[in-house]
């Protein structure tokens, strides 16, 4: 059931990822890669960090 939730939530985080790049590129949204970046590296901790919470009950 884990595997299944891991999968599922990194699933997501590409599928937003993907959706932001594309949102940007169309002008959509506007997104500073150069100063937004570390968001993405905060997301990818935070999601380790929950996993790592649900591992251990």
């Known amino acids: 059931m884990r595997l299944f939730f891991y999968r599922i939530l990194g699933s ?3 599928i937003i990822i993907g959706l932001l790049i ?4 169309m002008d959509v949204i506007h997104i500073d ?3 937004d970046w570390p968001l993405i590296l905060i997301v990818i901790g ?3 960090l929950i996993k ?6």
């Open 22 to 25: 594309w949102l940007s590129n």
């Open 46 to 48: 935070l999601i380790e």
């Open 33 to 35: 890669w150069k100063r």
């Open 12 to 14: 997501i985080l590409l």
């Open 52 to 57: 790592h919470f649900i591992k251990r009950k």
